[in-house]
């Protein structure tokens, strides 16, 4: 995800240089009003002046933070990135046994996606926006919590008593559940909860593993 972060680091940051607390919370108002606007409207459809009138600002003052629209894409992705970096790529520094730590992981991330359920529709419906070396830092990403996925699935088959599973497909299998949340999650609420949904595909990853969470 380094070359995510260097994208970002790209992006204008105002006139504010060095007021990072106010750059910050002004890209957070761009971010959460585009991602309702592109939602809703369509990333084509929707203007940089829209989200100026939706925030009730200048279309210059939304320029003073991003150069073009696609760097707003861009914010909304690494907006999900900074909390796998800050609850749950911190996981595997933890003391925990390999059952816990993957339990512990599936539960954090689908609960990132969650909270990001409404920016993680927008980047899978709108991605094809943009230039190709923009949409490679999507895959990145997603290549990133994969192979976390695999380490914690790999470690729970090294402790033994599984089922012959590849770590891999069953990592990716994780991945899209989660993903399967943050694109249907108005259908999947009226089933389910975040809290139970995350059980259920928990309780699934075992069976394929071929033993029951909480087991030794």
Same mark, same amino acid.
């Given at each position: ?30 971010? #959460?009003?585009? @991602? ?9 459809? @929707? ?41 749950? $790529?911190?996981?595997? +520094?933890? +003391? ?36 190709? +070396? ?7 990403? #997603? ?5 976390? $996925? ?14 012959? @599973?590849?770590? $891999? ?10 993903? @399967? ?24 990853? $075992? ?10």
């Amino acid at each position: 995800m380094e070359e995510l972060e260097r994208r970002v680091a790209r992006i204008r940051t105002s006139i504010s240089k060095g007021r990072n607390d106010l750059v910050s919370g002004n890209r957070t108002r761009i971010i #959460e009003t585009a @991602t309702r606007l592109f939602r809703a409207e369509g990333y084509q459809r @929707t203007a940089i002046g829209d989200i100026a009138a939706a925030l009730g600002v200048s279309q210059g003052n939304i320029y003073q933070y991003v150069e073009k629209k696609d760097d707003i894409l861009i914010l909304i992705l690494y907006s999900a990135v900074e909390d796998y970096k800050s609850d749950l $790529f911190v996981i595997e +520094d933890e +003391d925990l046994d390999p059952v816990e730590m993957l339990i512990r992981a599936i539960r954090t991330y689908y609960a990132i996606l969650d909270r990001h359920h409404e920016k993680t529709t927008v980047i899978y419906h709108q991605i094809f926006h943009l230039e190709r +070396d923009d949409r490679a830092l999507f895959g990145q990403v #997603e290549a990133a919590v994969t192979a976390l $996925f695999e380490r914690r699935v790999a470690a729970v088959i090294a402790a033994g008593g599984c089922a012959p @599973t590849d770590a $891999f497909l069953l990592a990716s299998n994780i991945v899209s559940l989660g993903h @399967t949340w943050a694109l249907k999650r108005r259908r999947l609420k009226a089933h389910s909860d975040i809290d139970g949904y995350s059980q259920t595909q928990i309780d699934y990853v $075992f069976r394929i593993l071929g033993r029951t969470p909480g087991t030794g």
